[in-house]
């Protein structure tokens, strides 16, 4: 019987023990942080949605894998390593549709100062991963004295030759997807000149 307390006590000094090396006992070690972004993010921020307005939403800090998707037929091995170094890379700022939150513009802002800098070298996989999926990526310089509409003409010169690209109606008044009809070709029933005798 003492033999059986006498291990009890050992068993219990132990797991105290054990509790308070690991994490100072905790299972969470976590604060929460004093902010998400940095100044420089947060001003950059207020320039963006001030310079597109309503027309898209932004998102912040944005995992590129949450913005692209695996083409279909992908093999396993392929789809792998693309999804492990998608989610490993994080775009700064992401405009989307305001409708269906489709994305329409990554920006990544590149800062030389310091010692590494951030983002000064171009990442060839994010670069290549939004041409693939047809997403433009904007770099912008960060520098002091930006005003909204400099930022909205960095946005405009870059989704310019996609909007561009838009398949023009070959006649004025075609092309309407809400009546379908209006997209044929249409001939006269009858004519309006006088019938030769």
Aim: overall charge positive; some cysteine; aromatic content about 4%.
């Amino acid at each position: 019987m003492e033999l059986a307390i006498i291990l009890m006590m050992l068993l219990i000094v132990v797991a105290l023990v054990a509790l308070k090396l690991n994490d100072n006992g905790l299972s969470f070690p976590f604060k929460r942080k004093t902010a998400l972004l940095s100044q420089t993010e947060v001003t950059f921020l207020d320039l963006i949605e001030r310079a597109v307005g309503s027309k898209y939403r932004v998102l912040c800090r944005v995992r590129l894998s949450e913005v692209l998707s695996l083409r279909q037929n992908t093999d396993k091995r392929t789809a792998k390593s693309a999804l492990l170094k998608a989610s490993s890379r994080q775009l700064d700022f992401v405009l989307c549709n305001k409708d269906d939150m489709s994305p329409v513009i990554a920006v990544d802002l590149v800062n030389p100062k310091g010692k590494e800098g951030y983002k000064t070298q171009r990442d060839w996989y994010v670069t290549s991963a939004l041409d693939a999926a047809r997403i433009p990526h904007l770099r912008i310089k960060v520098k002091n004295g930006y005003t909204a509409q400099e930022i909205k003409e960095c946005i405009d010169g870059k989704l310019g030759p996609i909007q561009r690209k838009q398949p023009k109606p070959l006649m004025p008044g075609t092309n309407n997807p809400d009546n379908p009809r209006a997209d044929k070709p249409k001939r006269p029933i009858r004519s309006s000149r006088p019938v030769a005798a």
